[in-house]
C-alpha cells in the first residue's frame, strides 16, 4: 500500500494510494480557526485523481462553504461534527455544503453536520441563513446515516436534480427538512425528520418513492408537489418539538398537503399518489387541498390520490379538498379511520391565510370522483361529516360514523352521482 505522510496548513493528511481502488484523504481535527481551507484542498486533491473519499476523524470541524466535486465521497466518523460558522460572510453560494453540475456525490456516516443557526440580517424572513447541503443539477446522490441539526434554513435543499438516495438521515431543527424542486427519481428511507418547517417539501417533482420515516414538524409532513408519489409504513406525529420560528407555534398542521406555488412556473400536474400504512397523530388536518385558493396551490392542479389503511387519530379535519373547475381531481380511500381531537371545539381553520369554506370533517368540491371504502369517520356532535358538493361521482361503502348524532352525516349538494 501506497501512503504519503502531508502536511497541509498544519494539519497532517494520511494519503493512501491506488490500490484500494479510491483516493482517500483522511482528515484529523484543528481546534480553533476554520478549516475551510484545509477541507477544500482534500476534497479538491481528490478531485485531481478522477474522485475519492475525503475521511473525517473524530472531533470537531469548524468550516465556512464547503463545495463538492464530481465524484466525491464524505465520510463523517462517528463522534465527527462538522461544525458551520455563526457568521454569513464565511459561506457562499448560500450553502453550508453545496454541488453544482456534479454527479456521484455521497455524503455518508455516524457524524453530525451542525448549522448552527447561522444569522443573516439579510436572508429569507430577515434572518435565514445558509441552507445546510444544496445541490444544483446534480445526479447520483446518496446520504447515508449522519445528521443535521440546527439547520439555518433548508437541510437539504435539492434543485433539477436525479437519482437520490437518502437513507437513516436524521434532521432535528431548523426550517424545511428534505426539500426538493423540479427533481426526479428519489428514495428516501429510514429517515427521522423532527423539523420547525415542512419535513417534506417542494413542487414539479416525479417519481418519489418514501418509506419507514418518522415525521414529527410544526408545520406540515409532505407539502409536495409529485408526480408518482409512493409513501408507505410512516409515521406523522405532532405537536412539533421544534417551534415554527417565525409564528412561534409548534402545532403541526397537515400530514399530506398539495404544493404548485404560482412563483415557481410549474409544469408538472402532481398526481399518482399511493399512500399507505401511515398513522397520524395530533395533526390539524390530515390531507388538505386547495387549488382555487390556497397560496402556494394554485400553480397547477393534482390528480389522482389514493389513501390506504391510515390510522390517523387527534384531527381537526380529516380532508379538505377544494379542486380546479376541470375536476380533475379524483380520492380513493380504503381501509382506514379517522377521529376528531378529543376536547376540542370547531376551530373554524385558516390555512395559508384563506379561511376553508366549511367546517365539516371531510369537505370536497371541484372533484371527478371520490371513492371511500371501509373507512371510520369518528366525531361527535349533530353536524354533518362529510359534505360532497359540486363534484362528479361519490361512492360510500362500509363507512361507520361512530359517535355522531345525526342518522345522516352526510350532505350532497350538486353531485352527478352517488351511491352508498
Known sequence: MV???????????????????????????????????????????????????????A???????????????????????????????????????????????????SGEIDGVNCYNPKGEEGFRGPHCIRLVNCSNIELKDFTIQNSANWAINCRYCSGGIVT??????????????????????????????????????????????????????????????KVERCRLWGPGEYMHKIQKRNNMLTAFVHFSPPDQKPQLKSGNWEISDITVENVDIFYMYNFRNGLWQTGQPAHDVSFRNIKASGLLRAFYIDGSTDSLFTLSLKRSSFSFRTGSDDPGLVFEGAKLRDNAFFYATNFAGIKIDKVKLEKQGSEPLLLFEKGGSVLLKKTTFPGSDRKDPIVFKDIQNFGR
Not at 66 to 94: A, C, H, M, P
Not at 175 to 187: A, I, S, V, Y
Request: charged share 20%.
Open 59 to 109: 472531533g470537531t470541524y469548524n468550516s465556512g462553504t464547503i463545495e463538492l466535486r464530481d465524484n466525491i465521497t464524505l465520510v463523517l466518523e462517528k463522534g465527527v461534527i462538522i461544525k458551520g460558522s455563526d457568521s454569513y460572510s464565511d459561506y457562499n453560494n448560500d450553502a453550508f455544503i453545496f454541488g453544482k453540475n456534479l454527479k456521484g456525490i455521497v455524503i455518508m456516516g
Open 3 to 57: 501512503k504519503i505522510l502531508s502536511l497541509l496548513l498544519g494539519l497532517f493528511l494520511i494519503i493512501s494510494g491506488p490500490d484500494k481502488g479510491r483516493f482517500e484523504v483522511v482528515l484529523k481535527p484543528e481546534s480553533g480557526s476554520l478549516m475551510t481551507v484545509t477541507i477544500q484542498k482534500a476534497i479538491n486533491l481528490c478531485a485531481e485523481k478522477g474522485g475519492g473519499i475525503v475521511s473525517f476523524t
Open 168 to 229: 437513516n438521515v436524521t434532521i432535528l431543527g431548523g426550517h424545511d427538512g428534505l426539500h426538493t424542486r423540479f427533481c426526479d427519481n428519489f428514495r428516501v428511507t429510514g429517515c427521522n425528520f423532527r423539523t420547525g418547517d415542512d419535513a417534506f417539501a417542494g413542487n414539479d417533482n416525479h417519481d418519489f418513492y418514501i418509506s419507514d420515516c418518522l415525521v414529527n414538524t410544526s408545520c406540515n409532513g409532505f407539502r409536495l408537489g409529485c408526480l408518482n408519489l
